[in-house]
């Protein structure tokens, strides 16, 4: 799949900035993430639906980590099923390894992203794994996404 199809820019402009900036708003799945307290999932559906009138084009909607390590995660299928999809916005969703892609994949998922981590610090307390095993943790991840005829997204995070 090409920049055109993902939504990318596809110009540069003379002094070599792109022509078009999408912004990747990661809030309803990481800026939740850590919250002490349960925010309902009609909550977390209003907050998307808010974030898509306001324009953004692409939200991260949720994360399929194990609800034992992120409670506030374990309604994605829940918060999928309820979501108002808007024309003309995507709602990826983070899968951090194999089981995590069934579950998307299960519930419908086709826009999903994979997350390494830069430091070994980063990467051993989020994904509980080295830096350099993380990359073959994610191939699976990446071929059965294919296969699915999914669209992936790797980033780099660190803290």
Do not use: H
């Not at 009609?42 to 998307?48: C, M, S």
């Not at 918060?79 to 899968?95: A, E, I, K, W």
Request: net charge negative; charged share 25%; aromatic share 6%.
């Amino acid at each position: 799949m090409g920049a055109r199809e993902l939504g990318l820019p596809q110009r540069v402009s003379a002094g070599g900035l792109p022509a078009r900036v999408t912004i990747w708003e990661v809030g309803p799945r990481d800026g939740l993430q850590n919250e002490k307290t349960i925010v309902p999932v009609e909550v977390k559906l209003e907050f998307l639906d808010r974030l898509g009138e306001a324009g953004l084009s692409v939200l991260e909607a949720t994360s399929f980590v194990s609800p034992k390590w992120v409670p506030q995660l374990a309604d994605a299928e829940q918060l999928l099923d309820g979501l108002n999809r808007r024309p003309g916005v995507r709602y990826p969703v983070l899968v951090p390894n194999e089981r995590g892609l069934k579950r998307a994949l299960d519930a419908g998922c086709r826009d999903l992203a994979i997350f390494g981590s830069a430091t070994e610090t980063f990467a051993q307390r989020n994904l509980n794994s080295t830096v350099e095993d993380q990359f073959a943790m994610f191939e699976p991840v990446a071929a059965g996404a294919r296969e699915a005829g999914a669209t992936v997204r790797g980033y780099l995070s660190m803290c």
